[in-house]
Structures are given as C-alpha cells and as structure tokens.
T-cell receptor
C-alpha cells in the first residue's frame, strides 16, 4: 500500500479514443504530479498541482489534459493519442512542492494502438 | 537545464557484496537530492532524501552521500541481498523548482 492509488493499472486505447487516468492520495499532501516514464529514458515531469492549482505545465501536448478537483484527486484526460505516447504514467504526491519527498503510485501502463 | 546522469546503467553482483551506485548532476544549485527504488512494473519508492546542506543520510544498510560542489552523489548498499534487485534512480530538486531524474541503474544481486 503506497498511499497513492492509480487506476487503471493497464490501459489499451486506439488513437481516436478518449480515456482518463485517475490518481488518489491518502496522505494529506498538498502537491500532486503526473510523470511519464518511457523505456530507457528518465522520468519526464508533465504537470504539477499545488493546493489544486496548476503550477507547472512542462510543454505537454494538448492531447493530455489534467484535472485536479481537490487536493486528494488528480486526473489525466487523454484524447487522440499517438503510438509514441505509450508509456508508464506515474502519479506522485508530496507534502509541499519544495523540499518534500515524493510518494509515487504504481502507475498506469498505457498502450496506444 | 539540469542534466542527471547515472553510471553504470546496469550492475550485477553476487549476494553479500557491497553496492556502489553513482549519480552526477550538472548544476550545483539544488535544494535536495533523492534516491528512489523502482521494482518492475511498479512505481517509485523513496529511499533517502539529502538536503543541500547535508553531506550524507543513512537508513539501515543504505547510505547516501552528497558532494554538491562537484555535482555527485553516491548510494552505498551494504551486504547486498537478492531482494535488493531493482532499478535505482536519483532525482535532483534544483533551485528553479524542477525535479530532474536520472535514467537509473538496474541492479541484479545473484544468490
């Protein structure tokens, strides 16, 4: 039990589909993150939310749309993805954006066909 | 832009041997450095966090050192066990509020 729960664990979608990834943290943290992990590459930060406000958008294509309705939940809405978007998508949380350890979920393995 | 490098990319050792994992970063203006462990198909687990003012942190068999001026950190794992087999990543939190990850070192401990 990591304290950060991601669903679904696996997702296969076509390029014309619309789907959403969900993340929930039970740690009382104020900051939440989306990261993308592709094979043999360093983790890439996608979005950062602090107290439900987006504080970082790391030049992510608009086909990825985040939503943070409250400090415990984070979504990543997906539409018209490309095969190169296939990756492990990791959600994380921390007490604050600065100087706090990150706690990660187990990720959603996304395959775009 | 902060660049984080981990060498080697993979490491295989017999059980009981000490592990030494290296991490280097290009910009010494950092808040902290974290070491993570990732098991196959899983998320990351935080192992140690070293503040920029600290030289090292210890937790059980793990010891991490930080030399900010030279842009280096080393993670030592004493008396390795097969359960230590995983990928180890370091991440640097820079003064521009960005967290940059290395690509990781994949460790295999042979029984």
């Amino acid at each position: 039990e990591t304290g950060v729960t991601q669903t679904p664990r696996h997702l296969v979608m076509g390029m014309t589909n619309k789907k959403s990834l969900k993340c929930e943290q039970h740690l009382g943290h104020n900051a939440m993150y989306w990261y993308k992990q592709s094979a043999k590459k360093p983790l890439e930060l996608m979005f950062v939310y602090s107290l439900e406000e987006r504080v970082e958008n790391n030049s992510v294509p608009s086909r990825f749309s985040p939503e943070c309705p409250n400090s415990s939940h984070l979504f990543l809405h997906l539409h018209t993805l490309q095969p190169e978007d296939s990756a492990l998508y990791l959600c994380a949380s921390s007490q604050e954006v600065v100087d706090s350890p990150l706690h990660f979920g187990n990720g959603t393995r996304l395959t775009v066909t | 832009k902060q660049e984080v490098t981990q060498i080697p990319a993979a490491l295989s050792v017999p059980e009981g041997e000490n592990l030494v994992l290296n991490c280097s970063f290009t910009d010494s203006a950092i808040y902290n450095l974290q070491w993570f462990r990732q098991d196959p198909g899983k998320g990351l687990t935080s192992l140690l966090l070293i503040q920029s003012s600290q030289r090292e942190q210890t937790s059980g068999r793990l010891n991490a050192s930080l030399d900010k001026s030279s842009g280096r950190s080393t993670l030592y794992i004493a008396a390795s066990q097969p359960g230590d087999s995983a990928t180890y990543l370091c991440a640097v939190f820079s003064n521009d509020y960005k967290l940059s990850f290395g690509a990781g070192t994949t460790v295999t401990v042979r029984a």
